[in-house]
């Protein structure tokens, strides 16, 4: 069975850091596409980034140069470094992964492409 958990969510100023955690149970990461969501209230989810089966990464432009996706197999865990944080940032993150590899980047940052979720952790940055 297929489980993904978040953590390390919180409040921030606006320039700070956070580093949320997505431990996962019955997949292999180097098996596996794992992305991070987010889903601002009001607003629909949205594709943060991506780590692909073979480590590579990709980002949406509204947070490349400020996040960084990184994955530790031996964990079984997913990271996403935060940093630079704006008030726009302000969302419920979300860790996702699908089997294999998503035929492109924006299949990669598409939702509805990977079919394992975790719950959620809530970010919010103040100004």
């Known amino acids: 069975q297929v489980q993904l958990m978040e953590y390390g969510g919180g409040s921030v100023q606006a320039g700070g850091s956070l580093t949320l955690t997505c431990t996962t149970r019955?997949?292999?990461?180097?098996?596996?596409?794992v992305a991070w969501f987010r889903e601002a209230l009001g607003k629909e989810r949205e594709g943060v980034g991506f780590?692909?089966?073979?480590?590579?990464?990709s980002y949406d432009g509204s947070v490349k140069g400020r996040f960084t996706i990184s994955k530790d197999k031996a964990k079984n865990t997913l990271y996403l470094q935060m940093n630079s944080l704006k008030p726009e940032d302000t969302a419920m993150y979300y860790c996702?992964?699908?089997?294999?590899?998503?035929?492109?980047?924006?299949?990669?940052?598409?939702?509805?492409?990977?079919?394992?979720w975790g719950q959620g952790t809530q970010v919010t940055v103040s100004s």
């Open positions: 780590i692909a089966d073979d480590g590579s990464t």
């Open positions: 996702a992964a699908e089997y294999g590899s998503l035929p492109s980047v924006v299949a990669g940052l598409q939702g509805y492409e990977y079919n394992y």
């Open positions: 019955g997949i292999d990461l180097d098996r596996y596409q």
